[in-house]
């Protein structure tokens, strides 16, 4: 049975304390987690402004100093963080000029209130995922091969997150299908280096990710455009 997807607003809250489900902040308004998880999550954020009103975020966690990101008026996909936030508060501020720029916030991970994940089968059945959604399921002890198509010719955003983590605490890869240009590993040369978040792009319709994680957690999220359309899934023990 499909799940709620993740940009689905279930009820609507402006301002406050947050628990990571989709929420509502105004220009000014600050949303706070008192406590993110000890790993990789998603931080996304959508500029819901019925005029063409061009919105920005500040990001703060702890004691560091506030990240700004940029939330693009009309565009209709989020904009997104994948970061380690290492059980610290997250503190995400809304500051839009223009005072009609509600931008609604959602932390996507593991156990994150919000979205319940499809399950994904492990013998290379093939599900879609549509924009929004999210999907999991536990790894095979053994090499496992993660393939995501879009056949549209349409880009599509995924983010995956499992697996040991790298020296900044993170365990997440992000990439992206018919993309622009060819970077990072796992794609047709040449190849530029990628551009974060992301580590890795193929002009192509189809990334494989080859992984041996144990019996981890897979999480998986299609943060694409909202008309991109659904990916297609298939995650097979070899």
Same mark, same amino acid.
């Given at each position: ?12 809250? /402006?301002? &406050? ?9 105004? %220009? ?19 500029? +819901? ?5 061009? @919105? ?7 004691? @560091?100093?506030?990240?700004m990101v940029n939330v693009p008026a +009309? ?24 005072? *009609? ?13 919000? $979205? ?5 089968? $492990?013998? @290379? ?6 924009p929004g959604e999210t999907g999991a $399921? ?14 549209? @010719? ?10 040991? /983590?790298?020296?900044? &605490? ?5 990439? *992206? ?16 280096? !990628? /551009? %974060? !978040?992301?580590?890795?792009? $193929? ?10 994680? &144990? ?15 659904? /990916? ?7």
């Open positions: 049975m499909r799940t709620a997807p993740i940009l689905i607003i279930l009820a609507l809250s /402006v301002g &406050g304390q947050w628990d990571g489900s989709p929420y509502v902040v105004m %220009p000014r308004q600050t949303a706070v987690i008192p406590q993110t998880p000890n790993g990789s999550v998603i931080l996304t954020a959508e500029n +819901l402004a019925a005029q063409n009103n061009a @919105g920005s975020i500040m990001v703060r966690s702890a004691g @560091g100093a506030p990240v +009309l565009r209709h996909q989020p904009s997104f963080l994948v970061q380690n936030y290492a059980a610290q508060d997250l503190a995400v501020t809304n500051t839009s000029n223009a005072d *009609e720029t509600p931008i609604r916030l959602q932390e996507v991970g593991t156990g994150i209130p919000g $979205t319940q994940p499809v399950t994904l089968p $492990t013998d @290379g059945s093939v599900i879609p995922l549509a $399921t536990l790894a095979v002890p053994r090499f496992m091969r993660l393939q995501v198509t879009n056949g549209t @010719g349409n880009l599509s955003d995924i983010i995956v997150i499992g697996g040991p /983590v790298d020296a900044s &605490g993170n365990n997440a890869f992000v990439f *992206e299908v018919n993309a622009a240009q060819n970077t990072g590993p796992g794609t047709n040369g040449p190849n530029a280096p !990628p /551009v %974060p !978040p992301f580590n890795a792009t $193929t002009t192509g319709n189809t990334y494989v990710l080859p992984f041996n994680w &144990g019996s981890s957690t897979v999480f998986i999220a299609n943060v694409s455009p909202q008309t991109a359309g659904p /990916v297609q899934v298939s995650l097979q023990a070899l």
